[in-house]
Structure formats: C-alpha cells, structure tokens
C-alpha cells in the first residue's frame, strides 16, 4: 500500500548498482573480471576474454587500453593484461616468456618501451598519446610493466636492462605528472630491492606533496590546478597512488586525508552505478569502454581499503565471495 515502507523497494547497494551498470555496458573482459572479483565466478573465463587480445607476437592489441585502437600490440595493452593477469595469480608460464620476448625486440635502445610504437596503417589513438618515429622510452610504459613481473617473480634478460632504466628514471625525477607518478609507484611496490624503493618512495612522496600533484582535500580542489596538458578536472587523489593499503605510496597520506579521499571516490559512483572517467573523451567507443575499467578499480580500491560495497559495512555483497587481491609487494 502507499506509505507501507515494507513493499517499498529496497535501496540497492554500491555494488549492485555497479554490477547492473556493468552488465549494460562493459566489455566482456570487464564482464567476467566483475564476476571473478565480486560474484565469486571462476578465472577460466577471464583468461579466455583477455586471450582474445594476445596478437600472434606474444603482445596484446585490439583496443586492450580503450585508447589504442586497431590490431597492434602496444605497450599500455601489456600493462593492462599484466594487471589482469595478476589479480588472478597467473602471471607465469610459457605466455609470460613469450610477452617477454616480444618486449626484448620492441624496446627502445636503453631497454625500456615507449607509450605508443608508430602504426602503420594509421589505426586511430587518443591525441594525448601522440605518435613518434623514433619513440623515446618512457617510464609510465615501462614502470608499471617492469613492477609487475617483479612481483610475480619472473626471472627474463630483459627485465635487467628494463629494471635499471626504471630505477633510473625514478631516483632521477626532478619534475613530474600524476600519471608518471602511478607509473613509478607500480614500479617501486614491485621491485625486489625493498630497501632501495623505500628510499626512493620517501624522496617521490615528498615530490607530490611539494608540487601538489595530489589532491589532498576534495572540497578545496581549485586550489591543485591540473598538470599542464591536462583536461580541466583530470586531477589525481591519494587514493589514486595507494590503491592498496601495502602499496608505499600509502605512506605519503595521513588516516585523515586518504579517508578523505576514499570518501570522495564512494560518492563518486554516478547515478547509473558506474564511476567517471577524467581523462577527456575523444571517440565515443573509447569512452564507453573506458568508463567500466574505472569502475572495476573503484570498487577494487575501496574494497582494498575496507571500505563497504553493500551498504552493511562489510567489503562484499550479499552471497558474494570475496577474492584475494594481487600478490602483495615483495
């Protein structure tokens, strides 16, 4: 009857407003991470939707990043997969060694990759990934690549010259964006040298609270401008670098403002159940895509953090199995 909150329909929780939003618009890689991270669902089936991607070089391609579009296999599509692929502990084997092999004759002449290799054919790429002939080695390529292994304890020549490029890179940044930040934080909380990215985690974190590259208080971000080259609102916040509790960027951040900043990032689940995206749009299929991926590490993030995704203070839903996450730093 009117009135009677009894026959009221319940409220739906964060996560199942997520799923719901997930289930109309996700890819189905994303489709069938939700269901291995939040529904208790196997790993079988994400290893099949990530197969698609792997291109005959033992890279990934096809859109992997909503930002390359076409066939190639592109560095970024490798980070993804390798993020894919550890979350759910497989990071190993014959396809590791043949992903290795494939970045040994990619790389650049100091050993590390670039963000984008030159296609061909002229498959289309978000503007803010320009192409190079000659692409230069970056660390927001290499370190989250490099971080990765690591953690998973692969052992490949390549990962020598790589692992010093980054440590190079690291111990040398003097001035930098957020992104490369999060580059250099999946480098630093996967290097098998704890001591030394200890060290140079203190010296990075000093360097983003100096240059303000995070946003410390949500409700005052006019005062962190975005980095130049970035969209109006493409700003990076604690939660962003320590996306796990053990992550070293954790400590950069009081309880006080990494509460803040969590807080900020639950409320940010939009009406549809899915999170934004900052970065700006530039086609239409990649911002569709996009869009998912934010939300599945949202919800990852806040989970990590013990944050609740159904609404009853604990970091699960209702019948749902809470999965491990990534194998944590060493």
Known sequence: MPGDEASSPAIATPLARAEQFIWL???VLEQRRFAFHFLGGDADPVDA???SYLGGDGGYGHALDPDLRGPLSQPLHTAYALRVLDSLGRCAGQRIERLCRHLTRVSTPDGALPVVFPAPRGYPAAPYHPMHDDAPGELLATGPVVGVLHRNRI?????????????????TLRHSHPYEIQSAVAFLDGAPDRARAAAAADRLGRLVRERRLAVLDPSRREEYPPC???????????HDFARRPESLARGWFTDEELGRSLDFLAAEQQPDGGW???RPAWAPGSSLERRPIATLEALLTLRAHGRPLDGAGSPGGAGSTTRPGPVPPR
Do not use: I, N, S
Request: some cysteine.
């Open 25 to 27: 618009t996700a890819r």
């Open 155 to 171: 052992w490949h020549a390549w990962l020598f010259r790589a692992t010093d490029f980054c440590w190079d890179r690291v111990e």
């Open 228 to 238: 130049p080259g970035y969209a109006p609102g493409e700003q990076l916040f604690p």
């Open 276 to 278: 934004p995206v900052r």
């Open 49 to 51: 939707a990530l197969g």
